[in-house]
């Protein structure tokens, strides 16, 4: 399954199903859609080839440079005071060690390959922004990709913007881990369709609520409800609003447990009292 989301839709934007063979990176078909569009891409994405013909198609992207990419730098777009290095003409592996400031941010070139045409692969270059940020905790240096012009986003935001797939990450591992969103025990794409969405609008649902919630609580204490914690108490209390609900629109005559009474129970059981205690791997894996 490959699911495209939309920061403007706030939500999934397309879905489609593929064999579960198929690498990540030919799930990403791009085409006149991104034009005016950020493409956020982790490295199961990492393509030249796909980067130039994102930017060949009006869009934008943003990745994390692979380990292996060694592009060339050809300037640098930040001014430095006193006796700056000269590194024009070098490759990334030979700037990094050198490299004694916070930020880098530079324009590189890389190379690639055109999709084969008359059995031949044709070479090809593209000119693009490399942003490095030091990483004071960890201290390696976070490098990016992107053509996302300077005078739009600073090297800070746009490491700030790439650390928003974060959230992403993690609304998938919600839709595992509470609305059964890795369980579709069935071959009929149709069926498949209709699952996967359901898993969707359950989670939008439950994260409704949990906006709802955290508009009642202080911003101080919104930390202690995290939207994990809240998923699975939704999924496990959920059908208990049925009644209320079903009462509410005149369709059933019974009279349900009180709405406080409900939702006070979701609010003790959605709030870690153990967010602030430090765990035992941090020190280890931290």
Not at 37 to 57: C, M, P, W
Not at 89 to 96: C, D, F, I, L, P
Not at 117 to 146: C, F, I, K, N
Request: hydrophobic share 35%; glycine share 8%; no cysteine.
């Amino acid at each position: 399954m490959a699911t495209l989301f939309s920061a403007r839709a706030n939500g999934p934007a397309r879905l489609e199903l593929f064999p579960e063979t198929t690498s990540e990176i030919d799930t990403l078909k791009i085409g006149p859609w991104v034009k005016g569009s950020i493409v956020l891409t982790d490295l199961g994405f990492y393509k030249h080839q796909g980067f130039a013909r994102i930017a060949e198609n009006g869009g934008f992207f943003l990745s994390r440079l692979k380990g292996n990419a060694n592009p060339v730098r050809i300037r640098s777009h930040l001014l430095h005071r006193g006796r700056a290095i000269d590194l024009e003409g070098k490759r990334w592996s030979e700037v990094a060690p050198r490299l004694h400031r916070g930020v880098l941010d530079a324009e590189v070139e890389l190379s690639f390959s055109r999709q084969v045409y008359r059995g031949r692969h044709r070479g090809d270059t593209m000119r693009s922004r490399m942003v490095a940020v030091w990483d004071e905790d960890h201290q390696p240096y976070h490098a990016y990709l992107t053509n996302l012009p300077g005078d739009a986003l600073s090297a800070e935001e746009v490491a700030e913007l790439y650390r928003t797939r974060g959230s992403v990450e993690l609304l998938f591992k919600e839709g595992k881990g509470s609305f059964h969103l890795d369980r579709v025990a069935t071959g009929n794409r149709y069926v498949a369709e209709s699952l996967i969405w359901t898993s969707w609008l359950a989670l939008l649902v439950s994260r409704r609520g949990h906006n709802v919630l955290l508009e009642h609580k202080p911003p101080e204490e919104r930390f202690r409800y995290p939207p994990l914690r809240w998923s699975r108490v939704f999924r496990d209390e959920s059908r208990e609003f049925l009644t209320p609900l079903l009462r509410r629109m005149g369709r059933r005559k019974v009279i349900p447990e009180p709405i406080d009474e409900l939702v006070g129970r979701f609010d003790v059981r959605a709030r870690d009292p153990n967010i602030t205690r430090e765990r035992f791997r941090e020190g280890w894996f931290g």
